[in-house]
């Protein structure tokens, strides 16, 4: 993980310096496209020679597209890499200013040096002080724990792209011009395109099933949990941990979908599908069933949620990704309730942890699209996609006690 001294220090100006090199040798393999084309075979030539001749031009055509590909892939991903620096190092700026605010310091490390109250305080004020003083200081911890995270998410994330050009794993798309092979290369480069490969699950092959039904469905009714159309391995989840538990995971997503509605105001509204409400809507859902269900039995329930048939495969793959960064922040703050775990879930949607949907359909951090601004995917179910791991029945819950904090979580009533 970068130290926060190190991330002081990145320069998005020479990302962007890089990015313009590479733009150069781009429009100049771009010019080739003429060439390429006037050395076709000639009209009339035919025989072996003429075969021989074409095919040798198709492979160095094919060669001059992967490398096209490879260049404008390693441009997308510097111009993301910069623009998150740049709104990183705002982060990094506001840290440094609240802790000159109070006379602390933060280290090059990440820790917080703090003095303690000025020696003119007065004792009969000392406490509070010193109480704020602590407030601040855990503030300032939480800020530097979501900078350096983001920080390493970024720099694995270029990693990443850079990787798989200097390893020719940049594919051309199949494209048939150069034109087509570095707007190829430019999604390969991108952070919709990774996120997307990444977060994809199959279709449930068991369909979709009404949980609860039957006299059981009757049975969660008198609690307040409306029978709703589930997937099958959804259901199955739900069966481990009984109708008490049920029922208390219905209140959580009714907790979860509240708060989303009112924390962003009424732009955030606007964003109730695919935008900001939303991400925090599923990662606040994840961090609250992970501290009262346990890790694993939320990472698969909440992934099962997702095997509907007509899922978009942005909207899938975004809801995906939030759902880890909420069972994330769930594991960094095993003690906390549902008001501090809701901070902790707003701040990660603000400061770019999370994705949405921005207005061309295409996935972006949360960061880089305001509030209210975002669009929606409208793009058809992926293919294919990863089984998510199965569970063991009857034992999945992780640490869930019926009783154990219930006036804590999944309390929302309607």
């Known amino acids: 993980m ?33 060439e390429l084309a006037a050395a076709a075979t000639p009209t009339g030539w035919t025989g072996d020679a003429a075969q021989a001749a074409s095919a040798r031009l198709a492979q160095h055509t094919d060669g001059i597209e992967h490398l096209v590909a490879g260049v404008n892939a390693a441009r997308t991903a510097l111009m993301t890499a910069s623009d998150a620096i740049t709104a990183l190092l705002l982060d990094v700026s506001e840290a440094d200013a609240l802790a000159q605010a109070h006379q602390m310091t933060v280290s090059d490390h990440g820790s917080v040096i703090d003095p303690g109250p000025p020696p003119e305080t007065p004792p009969d004020q000392l406490e509070a002080v010193s109480q704020e003083r602590q407030q601040v200081r855990t503030e300032l911890l939480d800020r530097i ?83 709703q159309e589930v997937t099958a391995s959804e259901a199955s989840h739900l069966d481990d ?55 694993d039995w939320t990472e698969g329930y909440t992934t099962a949620h997702e095997r509907k048939p007509d899922n978009p495969a942005s909207s899938e793959a975004m809801d995906l990704h939030n759902n880890e960064v909420g069972r994330r922040i ?27 949907v921005g207005q061309d359909g295409r996935l972006v951090p949360s960061d880089q699209v ?27 819950s992780g640490g869930y006690n019926y009783g154990r904090d219930g006036d804590n979580y999944g309390t929302y009533q309607n």
């Open 241 to 295: 941990i009984g109708i008490a538990g049920a029922v208390d995971a219905y209140g959580i997503y009714k907790t979860a979908l509240h708060d989303a509605e009112n924390v962003f105001g009424e732009e955030g509204r606007k964003a109730l599908t695919d935008g900001h409400a939303d991400a925090f809507r599923h990662a606040y859902w994840n961090a609250l069933l992970a501290n009262r269900f346990g890790q």
């Open 145 to 227: 724990r979501q900078i350096t995270q983001r920080a390493t998410e970024i720099d694995n994330e270029l990693a990443d792209v850079l990787g798989k050009v200097e390893r020719n794993e940049i594919g051309d798309g199949g494209a048939t011009t150069l034109t087509a092979a570095a707007q190829a290369g430019a999604e390969q480069g991108s952070l919709h395109d990774r996120i997307l490969a990444k977060y994809q699950v199959s279709v449930d092959p068991n369909g979709m099933t009404t949980y609860p039904s039957g006299a059981l469905g009757w049975l969660a009714e008198r609690f307040g949990m409306e029978p």
């Open 330 to 356: 769930a594991a960094e703050h095993p003690d906390a309730g549902p008001d501090e775990l809701k901070q902790h879930i707003e701040q990660a949607v603000r400061n770019g942890e999370m994705v949405v």
């Open 2 to 34: 970068a130290a926060f001294g190190e991330i002081r220090q990145w320069q998005p100006d020479l990302l962007d310096a890089a990015e313009q090199q590479l733009k150069a040798r781009s429009d100049d393999l771009l010019g080739f496209s003429d």
């Open 370 to 396: 305001g509030i209210g601004d975002t669009g929606r995917a409208t793009d058809p179910p992926a293919p294919g996609g990863h089984d998510p791991t199965p569970h063991d029945d009857g034992n999945s």
